[in-house]
């Protein structure tokens, strides 16, 4: 499926990267704070909006590296969906070491270990064909 990657911060940095090298990478106790213990096959409507001009638009997971390590700010139940079916994927890092004045070596290391190509706003990616439904409310959204 066509999508075009999106964010709510179009200074956030968008990447295509490597599943595997990703999931090596995330912060396993992070990750089990996921709301939901079941991970279906299919989409949550609220991950994706329409764009008249543009087309189908998709939220990433959204996501921190610190000290080399990564830390979601939304999105586990995304990377879990995605890594079922790809083998690259396509994320958004919202800061890198924020409470340090620049990235640490084992963040910049991380960061090219996992990264295939940076992506821009809005450019079109393939994700998995799989369905699309509402699964209730969504806490980080507040619908």
Partial sequence: MKVLVTSSHQGDQFLWVRTKDFMAHVDRHDLSQRASAVVENCYHTHWFGEDPKLGTTFQPPVLSVRNGSIFFINGRHRTV????????????????????????????????????????WHEAVEIPNLPIRYMGYDANIGV
Wanted: hydrophobic share 40%.
């Fill in 81 to 120: 969906l995605l890594g079922r079916h790809t083998v690259e994927m396509p994320v958004v890092v919202a800061n890198v070491d924020p409470l340090q004045s620049g990235a640490s070596t084992a963040s910049s290391q991380a960061l090219t270990r996992i990264t295939v190509r940076k992506l821009k």
